[in-house]
């Protein structure tokens, strides 16, 4: 602002000068409490700009939350494998009785623990019932026979091995007691042939016949 300079000599105007400058320091204070300051009493439009740094995203895993003991013990495979257990400690008294309560076993869950009794006993017969048990529940489309075909698909090719293994172990048990028998035929055939040569050298020499010769008496 530009002042003429006659209005600083006239006395007269002393009184409106002092009012104005009054006024001009009035303004510039409030002009200075409008500014921003900053955290230190500086002007905050004199601070540089600190650029802003994003902080990295955060991946969180998912947590698989553990199934409660009331679904684990719902479910029918685990309790089907724990009857396995519990089959597999069983003596052979206890299995023949186990074998009598099952019955027939009408239901997948029955079918499979009555074959898994069976293929404990580790006899032939045994085993091919439990194998048509197997089946039958594998053949099932009901809801209670698809929740235990992985298990029983399992057991089947078990018990399939298991009778692979029985029938060669039969076969090997037929040679060795056909081999035994023969080793028996040739020592009995040993013995009677030694029998024979005891006799013969057990038999007393036949007489002389020349003249003169003096015979003894046996």
């Known amino acids: ?3 003429n300079p006659d209005f600083f000599e006239k006395p007269s105007h002393r009184p409106l000068r002092a009012g104005l400058l009054a006024s001009i320091v009035v303004a510039m204070l409030a002009a200075g409490c409008a500014s921003p300051v900053g955290p230190h009493g500086s002007d905050a ?7 802003t740094v994003a902080a990295p995203p955060v991946i969180c895993q998912p947590v ?40 027939d076993a009408a239901g997948p869950t029955e079918q499979v623990q009555l074959a898994l009794v069976l293929s404990q ?27 235990l075909h992985p ?24 040679q060795t007691r056909e081999v035994q028998r023969r080793l028996d035929q040739t020592n009995e055939r040993l013995e009677a042939l030694k029998a024979i040569e005891r006799s013969l050298t057990n038999r007393p020499l036949p007489a ?3 003249r003169g010769s003096h015979v003894p008496s046996p």
């Open 64 to 103: 698989t939350p553990e199934p409660p003991a009331a679904l684990l013990a719902a479910d029918p495979i685990i309790n089907l494998l724990a009857y396995a257990e519990r089959a597999r400690r069983m003596p052979p008294a206890e299995l023949s009785q186990e074998v009598v309560r099952l019955g």
């Open 45 to 51: 439009a004199s601070q540089p700009a600190t650029p």
């Open 1 to 3: 602002m530009f002042l």
């Open 151 to 174: 298990l029983a698909g399992l057991l089947a090719a078990r018990l399939a091995e298991q009778r692979r293994l029985e029938d060669l172990l039969d076969k090997q048990t037929q």
């Open 208 to 210: 002389a016949n020349s």
């Open 121 to 147: 006993l580790h006899l032939l017969p045994e085993l091919i019932r439990a194998q048509d048990l197997l089946s039958r529940v594998l053949a099932n489309a009901g809801a209670e026979a698809k929740a």
